[in-house]
């Protein structure tokens, strides 16, 4: 492909709302994944397929999907832990499903109540469900520059539950900063580890902005070759481990990031940023995309 494309994973309408203590209704949630669409966002994770006593803000996913416009240039995607989430998620119009697993074991067992090779285990009958439906799926690692109950986390651990999930079946995986607390070193230690096994075009990142260092860990990212990026309008969700924390890095930040740097991404900025302002006063919360608040000022 293009090396100045970046592929933009809009989560927003899943790890976003999945941590805001708001709920949405269907149509609110159709409403949001709508302006993104139309502001050119054409990866969408819209929803998940957990337990409802979970992740209660996802429990309307099928719901939502369903009423989202069928659209050949845009995919929709949903995580889908298990056998019975992937069931419920191929009776909806979803084009991909994400399985999630851990670089850390106790963060694993309260996230998903099993161990990293339990998680492998439940993902085999998703991964053939999704091959003879030929459904592409992606692969999260969640802490992997830290975690909330283990602290640091090894290299080598990382890379391990990475390989893993490639070769169970994703074709990428995205690499979780799941309480934010990396730095730009860290990152591309990390990274170049990885890179030496993997290619690039099989990783993503997905950094939680809790300590303000999302985008220039995605900076470093970019510099050494990654061309998929998660990120969340407005910068939606919090986490519940960590009091105050943000959610993921806002897209319009990334975006403009991006578009500043001469790279491309097909996106609206200017539309993108009414969608961030519009969900964020729905939700009576604080823009959390600084991009976001001054393009509506302007
Ligand atoms: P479990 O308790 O081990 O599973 O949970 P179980 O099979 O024993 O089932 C327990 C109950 O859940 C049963 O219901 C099942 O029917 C039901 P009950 O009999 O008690 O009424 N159940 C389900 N219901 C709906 N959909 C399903 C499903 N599976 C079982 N798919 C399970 C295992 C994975 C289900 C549970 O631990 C769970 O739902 N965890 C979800 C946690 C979650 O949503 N976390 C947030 C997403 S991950 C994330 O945000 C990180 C990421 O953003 C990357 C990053 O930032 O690092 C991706
Ligand atoms: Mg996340």
Redesign the pocket.
């Known amino acids: 492909g293009d090396p100045d494309f970046v592929r933009i994973v809009e ?1 927003g309408p ?2 976003g709302l ?2 805001e203590s708001k709920l949405l209704s269907v149509e609110q949630k159709v409403h949001l994944i709508k302006g993104l669409i139309d502001a050119g966002v054409s990866y969408i994770e819209a929803g ?8 209660p803000q ?1 429990a309307s996913s099928a719901e939502v999907i369903q009423q989202l416009p069928e659209r050949k240039d845009v995919v929709y995607a949903a ?4 056998l ?2 992937m069931e ?1 998620a191929l009776q909806t119009q979803v084009n991909e499903v ?1 399985v ?1 697993t ?1 670089a850390s074991e106790a963060f694993n067992q309260r ?4 161990s990293i090779q339990e998680s492998i285990e ?1 993902f085999q009958p998703v991964f053939a469900l999704a091959q003879e439906r030929n459904i592409p799926v992606r692969g ?5 520059l830290g975690c909330p109950y283990e602290g640091r986390i090894e290299i080598s651990q990382v890379l391990k539950t990475t390989k893993l999930l490639l070769e169970a079946g994703c074709y990428e995986v ?1 690499l ?3 309480i934010g607390v990396g730095s730009t070193h860290q990152v591309a230690n990390l990274l170049k580890a990885l890179l030496s096994e993997i290619q690039s075009d099989r990783l993503a990142v ?1 950094f ?1 902005d809790t300590y303000g260092q999302a985008l220039a860990n995605i900076d470093t990212a970019l510099n050494l070759g990654i061309r998929t990026v998660d990120a969340s309008v407005a910068g939606l969700g919090g986490c519940p481990y960590a009091k105050g924390a943000s959610g ?1 890095v806002a897209t319009e930040d990334v975006v403009y990031m991006l578009h500043g740097n001469g790279l491309k991404t097909n996106i609206d900025l200017n539309r993108l940023a009414m969608v961030g302002n519009e969900i964020s006063a729905l939700l009576a919360r604080n823009n959390g995309s600084k991009a976001g608040l001054a393009l509506s000022q302007a």
């Open positions: 989560v899943r790890d999945q941590n998940s397929f957990v337990s409802p006593k979970w992740a996802m995580l889908t832990p298990n019975k989430g419920a994400a999630f851990a996230n998903i109540n099993c439940r999260y690692v969640s802490c992997v995205s979780g900063d799941t997905h939680h993921n």
